[in-house]
């Protein structure tokens, strides 16, 4: 490092002074290592850089260059935390950002140390005679020697550009890391500007009504020969801003459960994309497609407003068999279109008439899954596919109903106007007047309601919901229609148009007031020392079940006369403000004079933690509340564990309570329809646990698929799965071969070897009723392999890729083929 810093110091000016120079990764594609230097000039060192060095691509060649040069302004400079390793730079001005990576959690610290002080330096510094904040780049004529050595075009925002940045997504399988709390003063006070920005918004918007039109289908596997402009109405007059096409059931194959993306949904984002672009004068880009097995979304935006498109995300939840698969799940995509955020959902819910619990749980679950209940920036939802809800009517009755045109009564009988009525379900929501005939089911290529032999009950099973989250007002419906010309599937295609106020910024107002509320902050914090009150020092849980999360909340009150910033911190020799088993939330913010904050603190025992906590179970911790330039308070958590038969590590034999779900599942389970493809009612789930953890007999009304879910949700909590980590690249590498599977099975711990076999020859009885539970070995084997072979937790790839998968599949397939039960000593011999 001292070469490399001589090196670095040949560039600079006499009159700079190197105060950090530290070498980092750039998060790009190339993920090349760079030398972050900041610098500061001698006469004036208030005036910073950031200078960005490139090390030679060549191993040979040991020099460097400036990659880029980047001046730190008042207000326009902040970092992020992204975990203890990983950090965001960002410049508001240019809306650039970099992402680097430390190889070291010292460095890391030093560095994020050094730039804080520099923010602080810059922000609170006072130009003489000068009360207007605004940049001034004469006063910084020693940053011109540094120019001549960058190119315009070689600056590092190239790299995430406006368009990179707006177009992020980032789906619901990517887990932060748990030192993502941690945030800089800087980034503390960005959070409190924003809020301040959305409580006043209206100050510096106005409200500009944009055309949406939705469309949901359950194509039944089936794809048109042809455009389907005639569904969406899409021509030159009635050319929509956005479209979005939610689908059902596109590809429903067993390897479709696998991948969850198949050529399937290629096939559909060609027809659509043909028919937004060829109908119109208009040009549309496609903001999203995503598939979730049968599930499919695709959004269009005209490419006006491509510009206007901030963090877009996704999120793809499955809640099908056993409440995991997305054989039933839903997809999101969320995105801020000017200053709106629009929140599109399209699902499939559990089937069925006597389903209505069910698909209230699904909504429910993928609700708070997708995040879309507790994101208070979203501003409209639109929830529409195939809800699945049905009428309670006869069959004979509904289609009197049907030739008599009695829309009226057909809904006054209809399962979601029930239930939404009753605040069940879609609390909230809004649907528009239905003066269609049901959509579903019909024969396949006429529009005859069902006359197979099932005879299904005609449904309005496909539906289009709002929600104005803010209660904003301005949403118009302009049609809610069915169309009866597309005739490939045994539904009928549904479309609906809304004209939505989206809030459009007023720059100069916008400018105005972010100015005026840095300058009150910064008043009010050079006032005095911060004083809060506390509601509660002591946080005493109840006893806290396995998976079953506790939430004891306090309130912060600002008692001072000036803005207090707080943050939860680690105690002296630790990394992290709370044990892993505590979530708070927030861990840091900024509490206005006179105002007070709600924090919530949640306890909750999973896999993870479960073994650990066997033999001490006390859930106690100390949580540190430090207040900027004030005393720290101390918060005391106290909570018991009640030790559970989940999470437990496999000992001696096969245990007792898995017994018993094989015993139970085998005498009054097996021959149940979907047996193990149905997801469970999740309080009888939890009951089953607690029934097992204190030996007590399962409950009479028990349904059969919630003991399915309790005994696959038993395998999975296993502190060590039953084919142990350390044999899990083995198993994949060896799934094709039946004979090195049977080889490595014998490797395995007594305890492990014999509840693998057990569980297997209880998958071959589940098997052999295959006519009356509809199992099939392929779905089976796709449903345990996933909770059979876990990879471990420093496993590189923690989201298996579908090579993975299959192979994992299919190694658990080779012994559900077996009928023979082998022992240890029979499968060495052999």
Known sequence: MKRIKQQVETYLNTTEECKLLAELILQKETKAKVLLCLVANRRSPHEMALILFEKAKEEYDTAIRIMSFRLLKKDDFGLKIVSELQFDLFFKENTALFSFESTSVSTMWSVINALTNAVKVVNTHVAPNQEDTDFDFDTYTWAEFYTKYTEPDQNLEKETSKAEQRMMISDNDKKQDQTSDFRTSVAIKEDWIAKQLQNKEDQFTEKRPLTFVIGTWNVNSKIPNHLVSSWLRINEDEAADVYAVGLQEIDMTAGALLTQETKISDQWTKIITDTVNSCTSHKYVCLLSKQLVGIYLIVFIKEEHLEHVQDLKSHIEGVGIMGMLGNKGAITCQFK?????????TSHLAAHTGGTSKRNQNFADLSQRCHIDDDESIDFIFWFGDLNYRLTLSDADTRQAICDNQISHLLAHDQLVIEKKNNRVFVGYEEGTI??????????GTNIYDTSEKKRTPSYTDRILWKDVHK????????YSMHNTFMISDHKPIVSCFKVPIKIIVQDKYKQLYRELIKMLDKLENDMLPEIQLSTQMLQFDTVEYNSPKVCEMTLENTGQVVCEFIFVPKPGEDYPHKPWIKIEPIGGIIMPHES???????????????????????????????KQGRDHFITVTGKYQVSVYGIALDQQVPECLWRLVDWLYRYGIKEADLFQEAGITEQVHQIRRQLDHHLPFDDNVSVHSVAEAFVGFLESLYDPLIPHRYYRMSIE?????????HLITKLPKAHFDTFHYVMAFLREVLKHSNENHSSIDTLAIIFSRVILRPPLNYPQLQANSNDLRAKALFVKHFMTQSHHWTREELVQE
Not at 435 to 444: C, E, G, I, L, N
């Open 597 to 627: 904050m709600v924090i919530k603190v949640t306890l909750k025992v999973d896999s993870h933690m479960a073994h650990q906590l066997m033999d001490q179970p006390d859930l106690d911790d100390i949580l540190i509340l430090h207040l």
């Open 337 to 345: 279109l000017y200053s709106s955020t629009v929140c599109l959902v």
């Open 435 to 444: 003066t269609f005939m049901p959509s579903y089911k019909f024969d396949a």
């Open 734 to 742: 060896t799934s094709s071969n039946a004979g090195a599977c049977v």
């Open 472 to 479: 904003v007002g301005g949403i118009q419906q302009l049609y």
